[in-house]
């Protein structure tokens, strides 16, 4: 629904006259349907009807006021809509609902899933996606495609050449009220073409409004990196780079997307960046671009993991006048060897299973507070993360020690014999095994023509003593050990959101080769992960730990579909409606908030064969 300016002159006076209007099916195409008069609304800011219009919406679909605050000037005109509805359904029901019907006959047609579209729907709605795209200049038109877009992503994610079948084959057009039959995928490669330049003003906008709809602090926030790699060449993409996979697809170009998280989950900001970067090479750009789009406040504090622990990114956080909490890199971690050895002053806690993950094992770890200088340092021991780090490092050596194999039968075959390939060949090993190459002496004897590979036992016990434990580094005084090594562990929630967008979100792998394109595709990953989490948080409030999986799964069952009616009269009526909620759906949309309607029947006549009929 939406509300439409009329303008009447007669007798040289000037009659102004706001209507709410409604897109509905007709055998001729989609025609405006007037729901009722509301009178001259120029006293209203324009940017204001949308939300009046969706307000008076989701009032007649059954809609709970629980996220909205209406004055009394709204409330009367949706008691006047809800009077206009109730009349027409009288004015209607002698002419439409007593017809005979042919009870063998009747049939059922064109069933189509529902219910996921109609949450995400409404929660797009709530977020006030719309407003946002139209604030930022994009069309009526922009703003639906890149709403269904962004429904598919969040329900079954596919690329554009697919996705206008599916858009036909889902309920995207009965819930938005656009007949899509036309659409191709052109239409929504030109959208991601127009959304592109907009996307960081629309990012900013909605990291706003979640503010304002959820009550979300920003004292913390959570920066992490991963790598999205293509199927393709993309040769015309100058960022697509091969580099360090989190995928294990080093075959692959990739490209980073950073992304920043506040502390219950809402994404803050993202960027792209060129695939062959460290990790550490990102921190200052994000910082600057966060600063640009969000805005960040002295007396914040960022959190990142080892990657990002060099000095030089502790300057950058520093001259942003934020606080830090980091995982020091193994290097200064091993320098506290001493004090890891010695079992006073450690602390038992338990670390319980995240909100999100409520069947996550719980697992025991040991923290130490110790204070120098101005630094604050949480020595940290876990047991589930021992046997982990124990079991990685052993795999390692024995991939490190059978690559050293290969390379002495190199050499004793005589295919490799100048040393400057061999010095080449041991480096690569090196590299390609740094967590347990620190812990043997690799080199070449010349005058034997072998390689020497000699275990270092006193870094070898150092590191089977090391196993399991972190170093965790603030500037904040103002923490417990305990607080500090929470507020760390939330970094996962970045994880958490890398897979979501990598799995059910299916950002990867990326099949667009222009560079925009690409950057456009991960944004509306963004997209709908800012709807997953919206969806997600909302139940977390009322204390239901599920998943959006779950949510789709109960929701496959409600439905939308045309029961087909043939009549005494020679014709056959249809009405297009929703199926009867069932009571998991009902249960799930009350936690939910959103109305069980998910849209108004729709009725129309056509002939014995089909055809429409007036």
């Known amino acids: 629904?939406?509300?439409?300016?009329?303008?009447?002159?007669?007798?040289?006076?000037?009659?102004?006259?706001?209507?709410?209007?409604?897109?509905?099916?007709?055998?001729?195409?989609?025609?405006?349907?007037?729901?009722?008069?509301?009178g001259d609304l120029s006293p209203r800011p324009a940017k204001e009807w949308l939300k009046l219009a969706h307000k008076i919406e989701d009032a007649l679909l059954g809609q709970d006021e629980l996220f909205y605050e209406t004055d009394a000037e709204t409330e009367e005109i949706i008691k006047k809509a809800k009077e206009r509805q109730?009349?027409?359904?009288?004015?209607?029901?002698?002419?439409?609902?007593?017809?005979?019907?042919?009870?063998?006959?009747?049939?059922?047609?064109?069933h189509r899933e529902a219910g996921s579209a109609h949450v995400g729907y409404q929660f797009w709605k709530r977020l006030g996606l719309d407003e946002i795209l139209r604030d930022v200049g994009l069309s009526k038109r922009a703003q639906i495609l890149t709403c269904a877009m962004t429904l598919n992503r969040l329900i079954f994610p596919l690329s554009e050449h697919a996705m206008p079948n599916w858009i036909r084959s889902a309920a995207v057009d009965d819930i938005l009220g656009v007949d899509f039959n036309d659409l191709s995928e052109d239409a929504l490669y030109r959208n991601l073409d127009r959304l592109y330049s907009n996307r960081a003003a629309i990012e900013s906008a909605l990291v706003e409004s979640e503010r304002n709809l959820f009550n979300l602090q920003p004292t913390v926030f959570f920066y992490d990196i991963t790598s999205t790699y293509f199927e393709g060449q993309a040769k015309k993409n100058h960022k697509a780079k091969r580099g360090y996979s989190r995928d294990k697809r080093s075959d692959c170009k990739q490209v980073l997307v950073g992304l920043a998280i506040g502390k219950e989950g809402f994404p803050l900001a993202h960027e792209v960046f060129e695939g062959n970067l460290q990790d550490r090479e990102t921190l200052d750009d994000m910082l600057q671009k966060m600063d640009e789009r969000v805005g960040l406040s002295e007396g914040q504090t960022v959190v990142i993991d080892r990657g990002m622990a060099y000095d030089e990114n502790i300057e950058q956080i520093r001259k942003c006048k934020l606080h830090y909490i980091v995982a020091s890199r193994q290097s200064e971690r091993d320098e506290w060897l001493s004090e890891f050895e010695q079992l006073e002053g450690f602390e038992e806690i338990l670390r319980t299973p995240s909100p999100q993950n409520p069947f996550q094992k719980k697992t025991k770890v040991q923290i130490k507070h110790i204070q120098k200088g101005d630094l604050t340092y949480v020595l940290c021991v876990s047991s589930?993360?021992?046997?982990?780090?124990?079991?990685?490092?052993?795999?390692?050596?024995?991939?490190?020690?059978?690559?050293?194999?290969?390379?002495?039968?190199?050499?004793?075959?005589?295919?490799?014999?100048?040393?400057?390939?061999?010095?080449?060949?041991?480096?690569?090993?090196?590299?390609?095994?740094?967590?347990?190459?620190?812990?043997?002496?690799?080199?070449?004897?010349?005058?034997?023509?072998?390689?020497?590979?000699?275990?270092?036992?006193?870094?070898?016990?150092?590191?089977?003593?090391?196993?399991?434990?972190?170093?965790?580094?603030?500037?904040?005084?103002?923490?417990?050990?305990?607080?500090?090594w929470r507020i760390y562990m939330t970094l996962t929630r970045v994880e958490a959101a890398f897979r979501a967008m990598k799995s059910p979100l299916a950002e990867r792998p990326i099949f667009h080769q222009i560079e925009r394109r690409v950057e456009t595709h991960i944004f509306l990953c963004v997209l709908a992960y800012h709807l997953l989490v919206a969806i997600e948080k909302t139940l977390l409030d009322r204390g239901i730990h599920t998943s959006w999986w779950t949510i789709r799964q109960i929701l496959k069952t409600h439905q939308i579909c045309t029961i087909v009616l043939p009549t005494d009269r020679g014709k056959v009526l249809n009405i297009r409606k929703a199926s009867k909620p069932e009571p998991e759906h009902i249960e799930l949309y009350n936690l939910l908030g959103i109305p069980f309607e998910i849209i108004m029947p729709k009725k129309f006549w056509t002939t014995e064969n089909g055809n429409h009929s007036d």
């Open 1 to 38: 629904m939406y509300i439409r300016k009329n303008i009447r002159r007669y007798r040289d006076k000037t009659y102004i006259n706001h209507l709410l209007v409604e897109s509905v099916h007709t055998p001729k195409g989609p025609r405006q349907k007037t729901i009722c008069s509301l």
């Open 384 to 484: 589930g993360r021992l046997e982990k780090d124990k079991a990685i490092r052993q795999n390692q050596e024995k991939r490190f020690l059978k690559d050293v194999a290969k390379l002495q039968k190199r050499i004793e075959s005589g295919k490799l014999v100048k040393y400057t390939a061999i010095s080449e060949a041991i480096g690569r090993i090196k590299e390609r095994y740094p967590r347990v190459a620190r812990y043997y002496q690799l080199g070449f004897d010349v005058q034997t023509k072998r390689l020497t590979c000699a275990q270092d036992k006193d870094k070898m016990e150092k590191a089977e003593i090391l196993d399991g434990s972190y170093l965790l580094k603030t500037d904040r005084n103002d923490l417990t050990a305990d607080e500090i």
């Open 86 to 110: 109730e009349k027409e359904k009288i004015d209607t029901k002698d002419a439409d609902d007593l017809i005979t019907v042919h009870v063998d006959n009747v049939d059922t047609a064109l």
